[in-house]
């Protein structure tokens, strides 16, 4: 119950450097508006209640630069990149926040369909709402829109790479996606956000910042299926926002995993602004070593007859910290709401930790609501199952931790997608090496 | 519940009396003087005012938190009179001196202390204002070496238990209420138990705040040394008014090896009237420790008045085995405010907590839900269970739930479980079918939501805690 102070600590700015590289007037353009924005702002420090188990005190330490490609040779490129085995995919290239028209695919996009990169003229219409949507304003230089008319659908999913391979030190990108569906288009739409590494292995160590802001839209009765896979490099920051309204009777599915990075943050707000609308949000965290993975979910019901289902799992290794803030709300009004939250963790370390927030603010009587949350460890009964079945611990560690984590991996709708999240899971559960090599 | 539209007609406070005795009051307002004043009021020793002006001091440099979910005019501390006691016409020696006046308020409030002597097997401290006027069963307790008394009392009987334990548990900085506690508090209770002791009855103490301009500020102390158990319970009420007043109390628990606290709060302060006029702010820090191995401390409330409860009772689970519990009922009608919750915060070995929250809104009211949960490295093998289940009345109320889980440790096992619902149109449906009228159905389903409450709750409490709620609600569904 100690008081917690209104101040917020002034902390120092590691973009201004970055921003003013790029020669713009605060005054005259957006984006010095929205700088200006994010400065004022500042970047959030654990005193407040949304960051308070998230410390962004290292971001604050170095400053950093835009990526560029320069030098980068895209096409050679091109065999490290974690495409999709399906063919006649739609495909998005992106390398150091920079488009890459010659590993990108959009001949099978439909007439009537757009899924381009933005053009310079865009510009946001509100960035103010988080410090990190008004840095990506000011520092947004490549994104994607994807648009579908009425009644139109895309069959095949649509992916978008964001790939960074850094050749130094702390360098940012800030994508931008912009999905809007029309009354009842049906598209699937995954953002993959990948580090690169070559054959030498290059790359991969590079601390960098990746500041991701998706917008997405849905007209009456469109289905949209979101497919986020973050594994960015080791010493990865991945923050992202991600705002989705949902309208009359739409369907928004999302699949948001996250494996890489030092520490990523994902906010994940879904408004559901009309009667029927549903929201089905999934979600991984798989960290170990020093990561630190962060979930905020928001589901705002602001109308009645909707529903929500959110899912998210945990699993934490060696001293990997896992946080997840879930929170329903129910408005005045939004009658005949069914909604279920499920958080469960597993932490295989005894240095692992889990910190875990379901909230529910219900204002209307006629709903149901509930919440669970777990967080445990392994169960001695089922290893010695297994064990008595003649596994070693080792594989019945994996498997158990396997199966806990399947109940969200096998709701991925794109087969190539789900087989690279469970081999990069079973990579991760890989035990380290022991001398005896049977013991857990 | 749309059949059922809401026509909330207001229950009246059948404890809304004020009682005209004389009282020896404080001058308005709080400065160093005025706590020289309340410490030489009450006679105590050096250490006392040394512990008062030290919070005094905490508190200036303190700012009242913001983060909670309920909403209040700011308070003008320099308003409140921090200290009010029914003047004493000369020194009591038995209850027959009691001013009789007084002694009918508290049998109006239901505890007539004569009669209860002798019907109930229950030791009453009653509190009025913030001075304890009497405290019955003292000698049958004396024979068994626990003291239960007033805690002026317990500073000139017992300094030294006093200076040992008061403020180890809810340090003077914990928090802004508790500061203002600290150094301003007039009167309370004190419990302590000897080793290997089974209080052989259930305490009690009985708050009133009776003028409509002090505060109350009171401060509960209870030590069980090893072995011991103790059962106490807690009830309040407050006159009418249509000023808000403040209720800051501190509550500190000690639990050594093998001991077994359990604390059971009925609380009924004036709620304010159906526009939210008046009303007791009820800010209170609750706090137990299981210090010893084995230890166990329970809470039990069932929290039906105050304009606002803003309340965490908390146990820090420090000796190995310890276990902690937490079970409340809130219940929030017309336009009252409910912030209220747990912290379990596991330290020890193979610490047990258990919480169970029921909360219950009608009308405009709001009702919030806020707990803890806390693993530290060092506790092996904790377990934790929570379930928080609300219930909405009418379409106008607010039901919330934040609770915070924060594992630390793999070899705990922590379960949380929170649900939303409303009494449906069938289970009323199904009753009146059996001739059973529609308030009477709601009374029984509410009764049914809280069950697993209000059993933990000492007998003569449940049943007035059953018909509260019952009482509560009246009307409130039509």
Known sequence: ???????????????????????????????????????????????????????????????????????????????????????????????NGVFQAALSDVSGVPAGVEAAPLDDSFQPTTFGETPFRALNAAFSRAGVRIRLPRGKAVAAPI???????????????????????????????????????????????????????????????????????????????????????????????????????????????????DEGGECRLYGLQAVAGRQLADTHVVVDHAAPDCASEILYKGVFDGQARGVFDGRVLVRQGAQRVNSVTTNKNLLLSTTARADTKPQLEIFADDVKCGHGATVGQLNQDEIFYLRSRGLTAAEARRLLTFGFAREVSEKLPIPSLKVRLEGALSTRLEPPPSPHGDSV | MSALAATLATQEYKYGFTTDIESDVAPRGLSEDTIRLISSKKEEPAFMLEFRLKAYRQWLKMTEPTWQNVKYPPIDYQDIIYYSAPKPKNKLNSLDEVDPELLETFEKLGIPLHEQKLLANVAVDAIFDSVSVATTYKEKLRERGVIFCSFSEAVKEHPELVQKYLGTVVPVTDNYFAALNS???????????????????????????????????????????????????????????????????????????????????????????????GGIYNFVTKRGKCLGRNSKISWTQVETGSAITWKYPSCVLLGDNSVGEFYSVALTNH???????????????????????????????????????????????????????????????????????EVQNNTAQIEHEATTSKISEEQIFYFMQRGIPQEDAISMIISGFCKEVIRELPMEFAVEAQRLLGLKLENSVG
Request: hydrophobic share 40%.
């Open chain 1, 1 to 95: 119950m100690t008081a917690m102070k209104a101040e917020v600590a002034k902390v120092p700015n590691p973009f201004a450097d970055a921003f003013a590289a790029l020669g713009l007037s605060a005054q005259a353009d957006w984006r010095g508006a929205a700088f200006a924005a994010f400065e004022r702002r500042g970047i959030p420090t654990v005193q407040e209640e949304a960051w308070r188990y998230t410390n962004l005190a290292p971001l604050t330490k170095q400053a950093f630069r835009l990526a560029t490609a320069d030098g980068l040779d895209a096409v050679a490129l091109e065999r490290s990149i974690p495409f999709f085995d399906e063919s006649a995919t739609t495909r998005l290239v992106f390398i």
């Open chain 2, 183 to 277: 150094a301003v508090f007039s009167d309370g209770s004190f419990v302590f138990v000897p080793k290997g002791v089974q209080c052989p009855m259930e305490l009690s103490s009985y708050f009133r705040i009776n003028n409509s301009e002090s505060g109350q500020f009171e401060r509960t102390l209870i030590i069980c040394e090893e072995g011991a158990s103790v059962s106490y319970l807690e009830g309040c009420t407050a006159p009418k008014f249509d000023k808000n007043q403040l209720h800051a109390a501190v509550v500190e628990l000690i639990a050594l090896d093998d001991a077994d606290i359990k604390y059971s709060t009925v609380q009924n302060w004036y709620a304010g009237d159906e526009e939210g006029r």
């Open chain 2, 335 to 405: 336009r009252q405010q409910a912030d209220t919750g747990t912290k379990m915060i596991h330290i020890g070995k193979n610490t047990r907590s258990r919480i169970v929250s029921k909360g219950i809104s009608a009308g405009k009211s709001n009702n919030s839900y806020r707990g803890l949960v806390k693993i530290m490295p060092s506790a092996e093998n904790a377990r934790n269970y929570t379930q928080c289940d609300s219930m909405l009345i009418g379409h106008d109320c607010g039901a919330n739930t934040f609770p915070y889980i």
């Open chain 1, 159 to 273: 992916g978008l790479f964001f790939v960074t391979a850094p050749t130094v030190d702390f360098t940012m990108t800030h994508p931008r996606i912009i999905i809007e569906l029309d009354e009842a288009a049906i598209a699937t739409v995954a953002e993959v956000h990948t580090v690169l590494c070559d054959e030498e292995g290059r790359f991969g160590a590079h601390p960098y910042l990746t500041n991701a802001v998706a917008d997405i839209h849905l007209g009456q009765s469109a289905n949209l299926t979101h497919i986020k896979l973050q594994t960015e490099g080791a010493q990865a920051y991945h923050i992202a926002d991600l705002q989705a309204v949902v309208g009359r009777g739409a369907s928004f599915t999302s699949h948001a995993h996250a494996l890489g990075g030092l520490l990523s943050r994902q906010e994940l707000h879904a408004r559901l602004t």
